[in-house]
């Protein structure tokens, strides 16, 4: 796989962190935020994949419908939502 170096800025503290992890880890700083990207791409797309989950959609659309017709009291729902479960 080729590779292309990039330069970025980052504050002194940040590096100093980056490099004391880096160290830890027993990688180079590279090696390091290659890695850390990489869990932050696949970490973000795990997060999209969910809110694209036909079930998800599905709970969204009866938690909007459940709100419009019943708008609240303005009482802790996850109390009730509790006790609802305790009670079944």
Same mark, same amino acid.
């Given at each position: ?11 002194? *503290? +940040? @590096?100093? #962190?980056?490099? =004391?992890?880096?160290?830890?880890? %027993?990688?180079?700083?590279? *090696? +390091? @935020?290659? #890695?850390?990207? =990489?869990?932050?791409?696949?970490? %973000? ?44």
């Amino acid at each position: 796989m080729a590779t292309t170096r990039v330069m970025i800025s980052l504050p002194q *503290e +940040f @590096l100093a #962190e980056i490099d =004391r992890v880096a160290e830890e880890e %027993r990688c180079s700083r590279s *090696e +390091f @935020l290659r #890695e850390a990207a =990489r869990f932050y791409i696949q970490a %973000r797309q795990t997060q999209q994949r969910r809110i694209d989950d036909p079930c998800v959609q599905r709970a969204v659309e009866v938690m909007d419908r459940i709100a419009h017709r019943s708008p609240g009291t303005g009482e802790d729902s996850t109390e009730f939502i509790c006790r609802w479960r305790l009670s079944r």
